[in-house]
């Protein structure tokens, strides 16, 4: 259901096709939520269907045609109640983490590289969430830069920070897992 309310924040931003959605699931949204286009494509249906977004049907060249959707007042109003709901803590679905639980079963060295391939991977998703964070910092992403114009200028500062903050989350979650995992081979010695 949360990716519902993921689709209209973006509409929210600018219309966009199901392929432009897609695109932004596959990269900058990742990070947050992810959304394979086998769901987007019938979610859009149904929010249609719902009045919680439009479908305009717009023609490219002589046969390409594309749906361009836009939040509706109605979706505009389900986003804002969503919003302004506390949501419960998700259950922890940590493949690592339970990975780590029976490490014990393997020789400490092979324990060792899995640990430090881990924290090449997290060392490097924290560069790209740094870089990421400091292009929303400029307001220098596409998506930003038109959720910006669409508002009064004297929310921008909030609007930035807000959306940097999570990024601050992501960059801290990673030190600390790092930190942990560092802490999970010197265990192994």
Do not use: C
Request: glycine fraction near 4%; avoid cysteine; aromatic fraction near 8%.
């Amino acid at each position: 259901m949360s990716l519902q309310y993921a689709v209209l924040g973006v509409l929210e931003a600018r219309p966009m096709s199901g392929y432009e959605l897609t695109q932004f699931f596959e990269s900058t949204a990742r990070w947050v939520w992810t959304a394979p286009q086998s769901q987007i494509y019938p979610l859009l249906t149904r929010m249609a269907s719902d009045g919680l977004i439009t479908g305009e049907e717009q023609v490219r060249g002589s046969k390409l045609k594309r749906t361009s959707y836009s939040i509706t007042d109605s979706g505009v109003l389900e986003l804002r109640h969503w919003l302004a709901e506390p949501h419960a803590e998700p259950n922890v679905r940590d493949a690592f983490l339970l990975q780590t639980l029976f490490l014990d079963m393997i020789p400490p060295a092979e324990a060792e590289s899995v640990l430090r391939a881990h924290i090449t991977q997290i060392e490097e998703r924290r560069e790209q969430w740094a870089a990421h964070r400091a292009r929303l910092a400029a307001a220098d992403t596409p998506l930003i830069r038109e959720r910006l114009q669409r508002r009064d200028p004297a929310e921008h500062a909030r609007i930035v920070n807000l959306k940097t903050h999570v990024f601050d989350y992501l960059i801290d979650s990673a030190t600390h897992r790092i930190a942990w995992a560092e802490e999970a081979i010197s265990i192994l010695s």
